[in-house]
């Protein structure tokens, strides 16, 4: 069983920022594809960002060049540095992983495709 344990949301102002944090065991973080998903109450969770085993990042159109993923496979933590925050961001922010045996697979698109998941941490913009 692979823990997932998030970190770091709160409520902030639009235009502000927020890292969120997922601690993982020592053998995920740059080993599984990780990911970040969010959810509205009463909607689909839907993908945000991922980070593959060779390093390559993906990211959904309305979030690029205001989030970045990254991890520190030093500290076993992977990192969604989001900036520049709108009202629409407002969501449960989920962190995921996944394993995958080559690079090439690993996108923010289905929660389907990720077997492990985290908590959830609530992120608030007014």
């Known amino acids: 069983h692979v823990q997932l344990v998030e970190s770091g949301g709160g409520s902030v102002q639009a235009g502000g920022s927020l890292r969120l944090s997922c601690t993982a065991p020592r053998y995920v973080v740059g080993n599984y594809c990780m990911a970040w998903f969010r959810q509205a109450q009463g909607k689909e969770r839907a993908g945000v960002a991922t980070i593959d085993i060779d390093g390559l990042t993906n990211y959904v159109d309305s979030v690029k060049g205001r989030f970045t993923i990254s991890q520190d496979n030093r500290k076993n933590i992977l990192y969604l540095q989001m900036n520049s925050l709108k009202p629409e961001d407002t969501d449960v922010y989920y962190c995921?992983?996944?394993?995958?045996?080559?690079?090439?697979?690993?996108?923010?698109?289905?929660?389907?495709?990720?077997?492990?998941w985290g908590q959830g941490t609530q992120v608030t913009v007014s």
């Open positions: 995921a992983a996944t394993y995958v045996a080559s690079a090439g697979h690993c996108y923010p698109r289905f929660a389907a495709d990720f077997r492990y």
